[in-house]
């Protein structure tokens, strides 16, 4: 019995003070992202093997971030930075960042763009210039497997979030690591908080940054103990230990010994109680989440529901049990998989993922809204398949994808000649009007982008993703929300700020689309000029008479001038800061559709350098960039 004790107390010994400075040696997330790829002999590989060099042998005291960038052309240009966690020292930041190079180049062997999070760091390499600029994707959520039983602990865990958040930014221009902890003695257990930014961002885009990954905090850790998000241009973290260093003074020899001695003892120990509350506590999340959809799903209300029905043994042979090969991408809800009914119909197989940050609540409302549409520039849902924990969306296969895998592609947007960017224009106004006034409900989409605008065989646009949409009643037009969800970028300053939504929300992320579209530029996080969005590049050109030079230059010879004003103009119309001043969608389709339509003057965008909101782009005199 005494040996026994002794175990168990130097076990939690151990446990403890690993928790304190913990592991650099395994990755919270990699994620290998974009289509470009490099050969292991091209001139990418030689600039990426000069850019880990530069980073780690600029890891310094004083230095735990730093960016560098390296070749000449297109093809050859890598830009790559780090991110030590503020409180480390110089040698673990330099183990951690050296770990992060290896994995990465073992792992992302042949994808131009990568990022790797560790507890105590983060490191990045891109074929595109990411320095200076506010990134809110990929994002990376984490949490703790135990769970608090404190009602209202999201509500208190958002609040020290917040004021931590305040905090940091209040000082933001006076400290030079943009990083701030904060411990709140919170009953029953303490709560350690921390929040950093990447420092070439600006405080307000840190603010925006940390207030999205707060965001995220009541679908994901409403009960847990711990949890982290990860963004690439900030993170935040809370525990109920103390996970990073006191700024104090180190922690002695004696506990070193300690933590050596106790590890040996029970490692075996902690390896199998872990595996055994881990999976009880997963099995029992994935359980009621489960029988939470089911609550939530009101299979009264869809008087076809019983018709849609998928068997899973259906799915897992037209996916070839949801092979790698097969995988068409990964959503929010999940993985995405290309299948073949028996009868040869093509089918995209869309699978909750069983560690998905979407929950019930979002998984039900795609249900509960794709059910009720039926339009040609609306994605068709062809069943579900609801067995066990499994929980799977069966919709058409779209062939072409997503509109921003060929539109911001440099090889692949000359598929898109100006009449089939004006006709997905059109269909996409279309399919909104029908959403927002002929549907038997009015449906608020509130995620319009590129990337949820899906291509057929023949370039139609069909509006997919609807788990963020608002179903209205017919009389309701606006609501308002706490939780802020959609793609900076392309959401209303109305939304951004006070968290209220309508259809002139929507019409405001169109309005961006037609601008991205016409221009074949992204409008989030994007530089055309220098200190210059895209909605300042636009508003520059209409202002100046020469909106034509926002048109992407592969256009020239396929494109009708007319068109291409008269696309700039109404994109103008919707993004404008005032939501009283945007037209209605079917305003919108009568001006798109019709050449005697007359068109009002617009008014400064949203979100432009003048205006009342600053931009989020800013010109910047580093040798490392463009």
Not at 447 to 467: E, H
């Amino acid at each position: 019995m005494i040996m026994w004790r002794l175990t168990v107390l130097l076990c939690m010994l151990s446990l403890l003070s690993n928790r304190i400075i913990e592991a650099t040696k395994n990755p919270v997330n990699v994620t290998c992202f974009g289509t470009s790829t490099f050969t292991p002999n091209s001139t990418y590989k030689a600039s990426l093997d000069l850019v880990f060099s530069s980073l780690l042998s600029n890891i310094t005291s004083k230095n735990y971030f730093y960016k560098y960038s390296a070749g000449h052309s297109s093809n050859d240009v890598v830009y790559g930075s780090f991110l030590c966690r503020g409180d480390l020292t110089t040698g673990k930041c330099k183990a951690c960042v050296d770990n992060a190079t290896q994995d990465m180049t073992r792992i992302c062997s042949s994808h131009k763009e990568s990022i790797i999070w560790y507890d105590q760091c983060m490191v990045r390499y891109s074929n595109k210039n990411f320095f200076n600029r506010m990134e809110l994707e990929p994002h990376v959520i984490g949490t703790n497997a135990e769970n608090t039983q404190e009602p209202n602990f999201i509500v208190k865990l958002q609040d020290i979030m917040n004021h931590l958040v305040s905090a940091m930014v209040r000082h933001y221009q006076s400290s030079a690591k943009k990083f701030a902890t904060k411990m709140v003695k919170y009953k029953p257990f303490p709560i350690y908080s921390l929040a950093d930014c990447t420092p070439d961002i600006s405080a307000v885009d840190c603010s925006i940054c940390l207030k999205k990954a707060i965001s995220y905090l009541p679908n994901c850790c409403s009960e847990k103990i711990g949890g982290r998000i990860l963004l690439p241009s900030c993170s935040i973290r809370y525990e109920n230990y103390p996970f990073y260093r006191s700024q104090e003074g180190g922690h002695g020899h004696h506990a070193v010994w300690l933590r050596v001695t106790a590890a040996v003892v029970c490692s075996v120990f902690n390896m199998v109680v872990f595996s055994i509350v881990f999976c009880f506590f997963r099995r029992k999340r994935l359980k009621k989440r489960s029988s939470r959809i089911d609550e939530l799903l009101d299979r009264s209300k869809f008087s076809n529901i019983e018709s849609l029905q998928f068997s899973l043994s259906t799915v897992k042979a037209a996916t070839n049990n949801f092979s790698p090969d097969n995988k068409l991408g990964e959503g929010g809800f999940g993985a995405v998989y290309k299948g073949t009914l028996p009868n040869g119909q093509e089918i995209a197989a869309k699978r909750l993922s069983k560690c998905s940050g979407q929950g019930a609540e979002e998984f039900k409302n795609e249900i509960e809204s794709v059910t009720k549409l039926q339009h040609r520039n609306l994605v068709r849902l062809l069943g579900l398949c609801f067995e066990g924990e499994e929980k799977i969306l069966v919709y058409e296969f779209v062939p072409n994808r997503s509109l921003d895998y060929i539109l911001f592609d440099a090889g692949k947007k000359d598929q898109l000649d100006w009449s089939r960017r004006y006709k997905i224009i059109v269909g996409i106004a279309r399919g909104l009007l029908y959403l927002h006034e002929d549907s038997r409900l009015r449906i608020i989409h509130r995620d319009l982008k590129a990337s949820n605008v899906l291509l057929d065989g023949d370039m139609n646009p069909r509006i997919s993703d609807f788990g963020t949409a608002r179903i209205f009643g017919v009389d309701q037009i606006e609501g308002s929300t706490k939780r802020i969800v959609g793609t900076y970028g392309y959401m209303s300053p109305e939304y951004v700020t006070f968290g209220n939504f309508s259809v002139k929300s929507d019409v405001f992320s169109f309005g961006v689309l037609v601008l991205e579209i016409i221009s074949s530029k992204r409008n989030s996080s994007s530089k055309i000029e220098c200190g210059r969005g895209l909605l300042d590049t636009a508003w520059r050109q209409w202002s100046q008479g020469t909106p034509v030079e926002l048109m992407d230059p592969a256009l020239k010879e396929s494109c009708s001038v007319n068109e291409v004003i008269r696309g700039v103009h109404i994109g103008l119309l919707c993004v404008q800061e005032d939501m009283e001043d945007r037209p209605t969608m079917a305003r919108v389709v009568a001006m798109l559709t019709s050449d005697t339509t007359s068109l009002p003057m617009p008014q400064q965008p949203a979100f432009t350098n003048s205006s009342g909101i600053q931009s989020h782009a800013s010109c910047s005199t580093s040798s490392n960039q463009l």
